[in-house]
C-alpha cells in the first residue's frame, strides 16, 4: 500500500476556519497519513506570532451565526463570539491554536507559510511561530504536494 | 247417688273457678295487645311525618350531588372502569401492579407543589393558545432575551436531554420483549440496560497462545468489530481481551506491527492501560503528553505510524474516541 498524504491549504484566519485545518492536519497524522499545511492569505494570521493567539470568529456573512447579520458588525461583537468560542473549547478541553500548532509540529506535520502573502501582508519569517518550516511559493506547493490529497480550507 | 250429685257440683265449681283463671289470663293478653296496638298507633301517628322529612332531606343531599356533577361523575367514572376493564387485559394489571412503585414514584415527583405550580402556569398558557398572535424570527429573538424565556428554553432544554439520555437506551421493539419475554415486569430502566446486545466474545484465549502469528491475527479480529461499535459494547468486547494481555503478546503484536518497544514504549503502553482500567477509556495522544509529561514527538518515535491506534492494539485497549 502506498504511503497516504494530505496537503491542506488554510486559506482564512478565523478562529472557526483555521480550527478545522489543523485538527484535519493532526487526524491525518493520528490515522498515519502524512500531512502538511500550507497558510495563505488570512489563514497567515495563525502562525504569526502576533496574531495566532487572537484570532476571532468571522459573524458577518455567516448564515450559521445565531444573531441577524446587521449586529454582527457592532463593535465588539467578533471578540464576544471568539470569547465564546473559546470558552466552549476550554470546557470541551480542546487544545489552543498555539497548542495545535506545537502538536501538529510533535507529530511530524509540516507547516508552511504562502511567500506571496508574506508579501502582501509585509511579514517576515521572524513574524512567524518558530514550528513554521519555510516560507514556500506555490509551485513549491505543488512539488510537495506531488501525490497527496489537497485539501482547502 | 246424692252423694255423686252432691259431689258433681263441687266438681263443676273447680271447674268454673279454672275457667275463671284462664279467663283472667286470656283478658290480661288482650289488655297488654291492646295496649301495644296503641302504642303502635302513636309511632304510625309520629313517625310518619318524621319518616317523610327524611325521605325529603335524603332527596334533596341526592339532588345537591346531583346539582354538583356527584352522579354524573360517578356515572362517568363507572363508564371509565368499564373501557379500562374492557382494553386492559388481566397480563396489563399483573405488570401494573409489579411496577406499583416506578409510577408512584413517578406521580410524586409529578405531583410536587412546586411541579404543580409550574404545570398550571403551563395550562394557563396552553388555554390562552386561541388569542395567541402568530411571530416570526425576529419576536422570536427579541423574545429570547427575556430572562422568563431564557428560563424556559433552559427547561425545556434540560427536559429534552433527560429524555433523549433515557431513549438512548431504549431500542424499538424493547416494550413489546418485556410484555412477552422471560422479562416481562422486570424494572424498565434495568430491561433498557439489558438491552442492547453484547458483541460476539473475542477469540479463545488458547488461539491466541497456540502461535505468535494466531495471536496477532486474532486480537485484529477482535479489535475490527470492536472499533466500529459503539463504546460500552466496545468496552467488554475488549475487556475479555484485556484480560487475556501479556508482555509476550504485546511483544508479538508489535513486531506484527513493525514496532520496537523501547523503555519508554513501555512506559506509555503502562500508563495508556493504568488510564484504560481506571477510567474505561483510552487515552488520545494529548491525554498522554499530559498526563505523563512528554512531548508529542516521543509518543511518533516510539509508534511512528498511527500511534493512537498502534499503541492501543499493542495494549490490548480501544483506540482511542474522538478527533484528537
Not at chain 2, 174 to 181: F, P, S, Y
Amino acid at each position: 500500500m502506498t504511503q497516504r498524504k494530505v496537503a491542506i491549504v488554510c486559506s482564512k484566519g478565523g478562529l472557526d476556519e483555521v480550527y478545522p485545518a489543523l485538527i484535519l492536519a493532526n487526524g491525518a497524522r493520528m490515522a498515519g497519513i502524512e500531512a502538511f499545511v500550507f497558510f495563505t492569505f488570512y489563514g497567515l494570521d495563525a502562525i504569526t506570532e502576533s496574531k495566532v493567539d487572537h484570532l476571532h470568529v468571522n459573524m458577518a456573512g455567516n448564515p450559521s451565526m445565531p444573531i441577524p447579520t446587521v449586529l454582527s458588525g457592532l463593535p465588539g461583537m467578533e471578540s464576544l463570539a471568539a470569547t465564546m468560542m473559546k470558552k466552549k473549547m476550554e470546557d470541551l478541553d480542546l487544545p489552543s491554536v498555539r497548542e495545535m500548532l506545537d502538536i501538529l509540529d510533535g507529530a511530524g506535520a509540516e507547516l508552511y507559510a504562502c511567500h506571496l502573502a508574506m508579501e502582501m501582508f509585509g511579514r517576515t519569517k521572524d513574524d512567524l511561530i518558530k514550528q513554521c518550516k519555510e516560507v514556500i511559493t506555490v509551485g513549491d506547493f505543488y512539488d510537495m504536494a506531488e501525490g497527496a490529497q489537497i485539501i482547502f480550507t | 247417688m246424692h252423694r255423686t250429685e252432691n259431689a258433681n257440683p263441687t266438681e263443676a265449681e273447680a271447674r268454673l273457678a279454672r275457667l275463671e283463671s284462664q279467663l283472667d289470663r286470656v283478658l290480661h293478653h288482650l289488655e297488654a295487645m291492646e295496649q301495644r296496638q296503641r302504642r303502635l298507633d302513636d309511632l304510625v301517628e309520629v313517625g310518619i311525618p318524621i319518616a317523610r322529612q327524611a325521605t325529603g332531606v335524603v332527596g334533596g343531599h341526592l339532588q345537591a350531588l346531583d346539582d354538583q356533577g356527584y352522579v354524573s361523575l360517578a356515572t362517568a367514572m363507572k363508564g371509565g372502569m368499564d373501557r379500562v376493564l374492557s382494553s386492559y387485559t388481566a397480563e396489563d394489571f399483573e405488570l401494573l401492579a409489579q411496577n406499583l412503585v416506578g409510577i408512584l414514584d413517578v406521580v410524586r415527583s409529578l405531583t410536587q407543589p412546586e411541579v404543580l405550580a409550574i404545570a398550571d402556569e403551563a395550562a394557563q398558557a396552553i388555554r390562552d393558545a386561541g388569542s395567541a398572535k402568530p411571530v416570526g424570527m425576529m419576536a422570536a429573538l427579541r423574545a429570547s432575551s427575556e430572562e422568563d424565556v431564557q428560563r424556559g428554553m433552559a427547561v425545556a432544554l434540560q427536559i429534552l436531554r433527560q429524555v433523549g439520555h433515557a431513549a438512548k437506551g431504549q431500542r424499538p421493539g424493547l416494550a413489546r420483549k418485556t410484555r412477552r419475554g422471560p422479562a416481562a415486569g422486570m424494572d424498565p430502566r434495568l430491561a433498557s440496560r439489558l438491552a442492547p446486545s453484547r458483541p460476539p466474545a473475542a477469540e479463545p484465549a488458547q488461539e491466541a497462545s497456540s502461535s505468535k502469528i494466531a495471536a496477532v491475527s486474532s486480537t485484529k479480529r477482535a479489535a475490527a468489530p470492536a472499533s466500529s461499535s459503539p463504546a460500552p459494547a466496545e468496552a467488554s468486547a475488549v475487556e475479555g481481551e484485556g484480560g487475556d494481555w501479556s508482555r509476550e503478546l504485546a511483544l508479538a503484536i508489535a513486531a506484527a506491527e513493525g514496532v520496537e518497544l523501547t523503555p519508554v514504549a513501555w512506559s506509555i503502553i503502562d500508563y495508556a492501560r493504568k488510564t484504560y482500567q481506571e477510567s474505561g477509556s483510552s487515552p488520545n495522544i494529548r491525554a498522554l503528553t499530559r498526563g505523563m509529561g512528554i512531548d508529542t514527538r516521543e509518543v511518533y518515535a516510539c509508534f511512528p505510524k498511527a500511534p493512537g491506534r498502534t499503541l492501543a492494539r499493542i495494549a490490548g485497549i480501544p483506540k482511542p474516541a474522538g478527533c484528537l
